[in-house]
């Protein structure tokens, strides 16, 4: 059977959860994946779920310091890992944007995927109208941020 437009589109997804879950070692309760593409401006970022904190993926250590009966390690968040994991992410995005091209398909301008590790349960929301291109201050960042502290984001 061959592949259609959803099985390209999931894969991509897929090969970005993967690689924010080889970010923490494999070990985080959920990943929160925030992809944005307006007017050809391509951003993306990811926060955890580790331990029952929220927390962005340059303070991952701070969710398995803190808890009790968790075995002690740390993760890598040195700058380079962290611009390794968004470069893919923003390739995938890239990937995407090609794809609906190719099958005449809408671009979703913005996508938040949560991956629930234990369930192996990926959900994903897509907007397809601008978030912050037309706004005089808001970026991508602000939003991601926006999402970020909606989820429950919070220094552990």
Not at 71 to 84: E, I, K, P, W
Not at 91 to 117: F, G, H, Q, S, T
Request: aromatic share 12%; net charge negative; proline share 1%.
């Amino acid at each position: 059977m061959a592949k259609i437009f959803e099985d390209y589109f999931s894969e991509l997804q897929a090969d970005m959860v993967s690689i924010c879950m080889d970010y923490v070692n494999n070990k985080a309760d959920m990943i929160f994946i925030y992809a944005s593409n307006e007017y050809g401006l391509i951003s993306s970022d990811v926060f955890y779920k580790i331990n029952n904190c929220i927390v962005e993926k340059h303070k991952v250590n701070n969710a398995i310091q803190n808890a009790v009966s968790h075995s002690y390690h740390l993760y890598n968040v040195s700058r380079d890992r962290q611009n390794a994991v968004l470069n893919i992410c923003n390739e995938n995005i890239r990937a995407i944007k090609e794809l609906c091209k190719k099958y005449n398909r809408e671009m979703p301008a913005e996508m938040k995927l949560i991956y629930d590790v234990s369930k192996n349960k990926l959900i994903a929301t897509y907007c397809y109208e601008s978030k912050y291109t037309h706004d005089p201050v808001k970026t991508a960042d602000h939003i991601f941020d926006e999402w970020f502290e909606e989820m429950g984001g919070k220094l552990c």
